[in-house]
């Protein structure tokens, strides 16, 4: 069972290229999620979605949107990257939203120069 | 707004040691409590949670504590080992949607 897994692993991106981020998960959860994880800042939530078809928006989502098409996939999409939109970015699933633990991917090293 | 402060930033302590982190909540209807630990160029991976209807939770050397009154938590890790050491994150669930508000980290330094 690979879990969550998300590509690329590394991009270095220049600045107004739009760019997607998969993640796919093979756990059946309903609930997934972005973050992006800045130095000193911890995890911050982007979109998420509590199941398939519906979507949400986090603390961060300028910039960035997603889609839910059905129950594994969850990609984000930079439409015009800037320099402030360099993160790691993860993204996570949990049986359901609110409580109960996530599960998360190994992370995506985006650069945008 | 809604938000998780989490104390220090930086711990270190001598190997075989307790190491205690803090993080205090804002809103009162939180009802979660995770724990993760995030070793360096690695996800975050959950250790320990406790709920708010819960006042403590231990599972062998870790421990978590709530004060639901003073609306903060604890993260109590005894005899620090080398694999302790590590980036700690709490996280505490807000808002209509329960979403999980993060704390900024506190990076354990265990040293030999």
């Known amino acids: 069972i690979a879990g969550i897994t998300q590509a690329p692993t590394s991009q270095i991106l220049a600045a107004g290229r739009r760019m997607t981020l998969r993640c796919t998960q093979d756990m059946r959860h309903n609930a997934m999620y972005w973050y992006r994880q800045d130095l000193g800042l911890g995890l911050r939530l982007i979109h998420y979605s509590n199941t398939a078809g519906t979507t949400g928006k986090g603390e961060v989502p300028d910039g960035y949107s997603v889609s839910r098409a059905n129950t594994d996939d969850f990609p984000l999409t930079l439409a015009s990257a800037v320099p402030s939109q360099t993160s790691v970015y993860f993204c996570a699933s949990s049986e359901t939203v609110g409580a109960g633990e996530l599960f998360f991917g190994e992370g995506s090293r985006l650069t945008v120069l | 707004g809604e938000n998780v402060e989490q104390h220090p930033s930086t711990l270190s302590v001598q190997e075989g040691d307790s190491a205690v982190i803090k993080c205090t909540y804002s809103?009162?209807?939180?009802?979660?409590f995770p724990w993760y630990k995030q070793e360096l160029g690695k996800r975050p991976q959950l250790i320990i949670d406790?709920?708010?209807n819960v006042g403590e939770k231990k599972d062998q050397r870790i421990a978590v504590t709530l004060n639901k009154t003073a609306k903060h938590f604890s993260l109590h890790i005894t005899e620090t080992q080398p694999e302790d050491s590590a980036v700690y994150f709490c996280a505490a669930s807000m808002g209509s949607n329960y979403q999980l508000i993060w704390g900024a980290g506190t990076k354990l330094i265990i040293k030999p």
């Open positions: 406790i709920r708010s």
């Open positions: 809103d009162s209807a939180s009802n979660y």
